[in-house]
């Protein structure tokens, strides 16, 4: 479960400092990683495939990296975060979601039933640890799951990819959002690779429904789901997000001319002027 543990070294809000926030732009690894990680977790989620934009919470959104990936696939989503240095990174970026400071360990300042879903990437197993005398782990991961469940619609799901540090302290976080009225459980895609073994913590709200199921076999070769139903949602969305051309819509003109409109908003005047050729691929060689 993992040897070098940031957790271990000092709070989260003085880990996650200027340095560290950097490398959420500059690492392309990282960058890979934690964007592969934000899609088997919305994956995770089972959203219906109707093409209705759902309302999603980032809990640990650090520099935005996990929102982009729920940009793309047409949500909508808030994000919390307890370092002002990644949060600084992700308005730099221009996020499209909104961030905001917070300890989830104080609970999640929410309206109730307001959201569809919740991610959350490398975050959750944080609370169990102490960082200070007045921190008690099983009272903020209680205080933490009571607000999380009080925030999604029936019938939503929360999905935490969480490194525990051993069993115990997995099972510690499973009981605590049990104790709440959640259902669900842990999902352990490659649970016999060292390298690539990955926990999810999946939670329902007012369902009882089967667990999604790993992912298995080899990480390298095959990194597709294993369950066909959330497989086809999953094309689902794919196909949405291509043009007729059979490319990305991402990073297309539309993409281009919006973001200089925000700019425009936002009261930058060095924005060059919309052309014919704003946002046309330029050729790989004249």
């Known amino acids: 479960m993992g040897k070098d543990r940031p957790e271990l070294t000092g709070p989260p809000d003085l880990f996650y400092n200027e340095d560290e926030a950097l490398k959420y732009t500059n690492n392309s690894r990282m960058i890979e990683i934690q964007s592969k990680l934000s899609e088997r977790a919305v994956e995770l989620l089972c959203l219906p495939d109707d093409g209705t934009p759902r309302m999603l919470l980032d809990i640990g959104c650090g520099s935005g990296l996990s929102g982009e990936q729920l940009t793309e696939m047409g949500h ?131 369902t009882s429904v089967a667990m999604p199921k790993a992912k298995d076999g080899d990480p390298d070769k095959d990194d597709r789901p294993q369950e066909v139903s959330v497989s086809a949602r999953q094309n689902g969305a794919s196909k949405r997000r291509k043009g007729s051309g059979g490319q990305p819509q991402g990073k297309g003109r539309s993409w281009v001319f919006r973001k200089k409109e925000q700019m425009r908003n936002r009261g930058y005047d060095d924005i060059p002027t919309d052309t014919k050729y704003t946002g046309r691929k330029r050729k790989a060689r004249f």
């Open 76 to 206: 909508m989503w808030v994000g919390l975060d307890i370092s002002p240095a990644m949060l600084d990174v992700a308005v730099e970026r221009e996020v499209d979601g909104d961030v905001c400071l917070h300890d989830m360990g104080h609970g999640l300042p929410l309206r109730p039933g307001t959201f569809d879903g919740a991610i959350s990437i490398s975050a959750v197993q944080w609370l169990c640890n102490a960082d200070c005398s007045a921190h008690d782990p099983r009272r903020r991961l209680k205080r933490f799951f009571e607000t999380l469940y009080s925030a999604l619609r029936r019938g939503a799901r929360a999905v935490l990819q969480v490194y525990p540090q051993n069993a115990a302290q997995a099972e510690m976080m499973v009981a605590a959002a049990m104790k709440v009225g959640f259902s669900g459980g842990l999902v352990v895609d490659f649970p016999h690779s060292t390298r690539a073994k990955k926990y999810f913590l999946v939670l329902m709200v007012g």
